[in-house]
């Protein structure tokens, strides 16, 4: 098993900028991907970018160029470095981490992000 915790939300001004963390535990080894995905008031869950085991990254288009995903692995933790935010970046945070077999997927608790015009 593999757990997750999210921190670092809070509320910022359009324009600001903030650093989630990930803090993973537990079957660390099991894991092929981290990543980071958001739920708005009455929206569906969608993905924000991602990291793969061999470090490289993907990210939505809509977060390309303002988002930054990293992670320390000696830490066991990943990151969202998220810049120039917008109020439709508002949303709990989840982070998400896949593993190699059955390509299960674990979840933290969220972190909301409200992002003030």
């Known amino acids: 098993q593999v757990q997750l915790v999210e921190s670092g939300g809070g509320l910022v001004q359009a324009g600001g900028s903030l650093r989630l963390s990930c803090a993973a535990s537990?079957?660390?080894?099991?894991?092929?991907?981290m990543g980071w995905y958001r739920q708005a008031p009455g929206k569906l869950r969608e993905f924000v970018g991602s990291?793969?085991?061999?470090?490289?990254?993907n990210y939505d288009d809509s977060v390309k160029g303002r988002f930054t995903i990293s992670r320390d692995s000696a830490k066991n933790t990943m990151y969202l470095q998220m810049n120039s935010l917008k109020p439709e970046d508002t949303a709990v945070y989840y982070c998400?981490?896949?593993?190699?077999?059955?390509?299960?997927?674990?979840w933290g608790q969220g972190t909301q992000v409200t992002v003030s015009s």
């Open positions: 537990g079957s660390i080894g099991s894991i092929k991907a």
């Open positions: 998400n981490a896949r593993t190699w077999i059955f390509s299960k997927d674990h």
């Open positions: 990291i793969e085991d061999g470090g490289s990254t």
